[in-house]
């Protein structure tokens, strides 16, 4: 806001006369000067009160619109955790009374659980964006020892788009249910690293998950749709997957533009 200050022009010319007048004309000098500085001043505390009012109003203003932009936000996870909810009930009814469906329950419950957390977290972030560190350790709380963490998680500060918390949250709770199941964390020993950096020459992503001091891994005879499933938001995010059946442990690579996780990418 800019403030226009109204300087009033007076005309302190002075008729000096050789000879006399000089003392009275430098008094009717300062006189003007100070009638002069006077208005400024005035006018200056004028536009001044003027300048807090409307800031006033201003502030006022963008606060209520902060305060309606929470509401409609809140409002807005209410009604998706209540959807997810209901998606889950619906679930488990429909399955309750198929044979053999029991683990299927389970792994589509595990998802729906994982899909709000995620949103749990982009409320926090006013769904704009979210630390990855933050992403990763909410998807892997749930599988983690609260008095011994079996899980490492490094790699430096990072904001990511809501679409890219979604992405990476669903993909790391398939790794995880994978390796509580049949991975590392099946075993008291095992271990999972999650490490992630960023390459700036080539602007790209790298983040990596490998499992350690777990059994002997077996390549699947087939993809599984958690496979399947983690291979889809990768390709999500214009990134390349890789997953390798080592015999010492899962590993699996993203590796992803960084142009990908900002809100440009259609």
Not at 63 to 86: G, M, P, V
Not at 102 to 109: F, M
Not at 188 to 195: E, H, L, N, S
Not at 244 to 252: C, I, V
């Amino acid at each position: 806001m800019v403030v226009q200050l109204q300087m009033l022009e007076i005309d302190l010319r002075t008729d000096v006369r050789p000879g006399g007048g000089g003392e009275e004309s430098h008094e009717d000098f300062l006189a003007a000067e100070n009638v002069s500085l006077r208005l400024l001043l005035a006018q200056a505390e004028i536009n001044a009160k003027s300048l807090l009012a409307n800031a006033g109003i201003e502030a006022r203003e963008r606060a209520a619109s902060d305060k309606l932009q929470k509401l409609i936000l809140e409002e807005l996870h209410h009604r998706i955790k209540n959807t997810l909810a209901t998606v889950a009930a619906i679930v488990s009814q429909s399955l309750r009374d198929v044979q053999g469906a029991g683990q299927a329950q389970q792994a589509i419950e595990g998802r729906l659980s994982a899909l709000g957390r995620a949103h749990d977290l982009l409320l926090q972030a006013k769904w704009s964006s979210a630390d990855l560190g933050a992403v990763i350790r909410s998807a892997i709380e749930a599988f983690d020892d609260s008095d011994v963490s079996r899980f490492s998680v490094g790699g430096p500060a990072l904001r990511v788009t809501s679409g890219v918390v979604i992405a990476i949250a669903m993909t790391l709770n398939e790794l995880c249910t994978n390796t509580t199941k049949y991975g590392a964390l099946s075993v008291p020993q095992g271990r999972v690293d999650i490490v992630w950096t960023v390459d700036q020459q080539a602007q790209r992503l790298r983040l990596s998950w490998t499992e350690t001091n777990g059994p002997v891994v077996q390549p699947p005879q087939k993809r599984s749709f958690g496979t399947k499933l983690i291979e889809t938001l990768g390709r999500q995010l214009r990134g390349d997957v890789q997953l390798t059946y080592a015999p010492t442990g899962l590993l699996y690579k993203l590796d992803v533009p960084m142009a990908s996780l900002s809100p440009s990418v259609p």
